[in-house]
């Protein structure tokens, strides 16, 4: 083990270290990209965070990955999306396997941004993939899907002046398909009918979502989060619960959770020194709040 806590791919590294096949950009804000495992991967095997959002689709064959420690198998016919904060690790191909084709689609935090008013009303559909980045499809929303990265094929590569602005409209509407899909299974789920969100409720979540991915490792208190809102602990829990279907603290311990986690795993770091790390009074208390969360003691975690 080494005491770096994961490796940082930019889409720029990504492109450069893993797509090798059959790939079109827009720069390093958007990527597509078919793939073979002929790729050297290598580098992945450690645990590791892209900063961008990536679409993954397995065309053929099958390979495991972890996503946020939690353990997948991708075969053919589903779809595995990352997100920039996400922590995820492949398992190396077996060489006597068979051959793995994935399409890819990567788009940079800053290029989604400049679509996310278009983007509302599947919002919380999207909010899914924090419970299962995988999905799998049926052959009619692989058909148009294929169809639609064909298409996005053809506009980068004409010399269009208006060729960036029509990739952007056509990922939105790829996204609206996506959306489509997760609100389907959604419905198939849930008991209670279609979740609602206000536009004020969106962003005060994705708010508290940027505070808690950067103060986690230092408060842990919803009020924390709550003042640098500017509202009442009470009404920003009911906000996170009506979204994500998690609590405030749910939320705010996953992220501390599967740090401690990491840590245990893939570092050298005494149990004490990630307490510290992670800003706990004392090796003790950060004990009894692991078990709390895990059903298990850091130590018995890290043997595992």
Not at 20 to 49: C, H, M, W
Not at 57 to 67: A, D, L, S
Not at 71 to 95: S, T
Request: glycine share 4%; charged share 25%.
């Amino acid at each position: 083990m080494n005491n770096k806590p994961y490796n940082k791919f930019t889409l720029s590294k990504v492109k450069e270290l893993f797509l090798k096949d059959d790939i079109v950009s827009i720069g390093d804000d958007f990527i597509l990209a078919r793939q073979t495992n002929n790729v050297d991967y290598e580098l992945l095997k450690f645990p590791s965070r892209i900063d961008g959002f990536v679409a993954a689709y397995c065309r053929k064959g099958n390979f495991k990955c972890k996503i946020n420690l939690r353990e997948y198998e991708i075969r053919d016919g589903m779809l595995a999306v990352n997100i920039p904060n996400n922590i995820i690790q492949l398992e190396p191909v077996e060489p006597n396997n068979e051959l793995v084709e994935l399409t890819i689609l990567a788009v940079s935090p800053q290029y989604m941004n400049a679509l996310s008013s278009d983007l509302d009303k599947i919002f919380i559909n999207a909010i899914s993939m924090l419970k299962s980045p995988i999905m799998e499809m049926g052959p009619e929303e692989v058909d148009l899907s294929m169809q639609y990265m064909h298409l996005i094929d053809n506009v980068i590569n004409t010399d269009s002046e208006y060729r960036n602005d029509s990739v952007g409209y056509l990922l939105t509407s790829i996204f609206y398909l996506i959306g489509g899909m997760l609100k389907k299974r959604l419905d198939a789920e849930a008991e209670n009918g279609e979740l609602q969100m206000s536009s004020r409720h969106k962003k005060v979540f994705e708010s508290f979502i940027e505070l808690v991915e950067k103060y986690h490792n230092e408060e842990r208190s919803v009020g924390f989060y709550s003042n640098k809102l500017c509202i009442s602990s009470k009404y920003l829990s009911q906000i996170i619960k009506s979204v994500s279907g998690f609590s405030a603290p749910d939320v705010i311990s996953k992220y501390v959770i599967l740090e401690a986690q990491h840590l245990l795993r893939h570092t050298d770091m005494s149990v004490k020194e990630i307490s510290d790390q992670l800003n706990f009074p004392n090796h003790s208390f950060f004990y009894k709040y692991f078990k709390q969360h895990t059903g298990c003691t850091p130590n018995s975690y890290r043997q595992q």
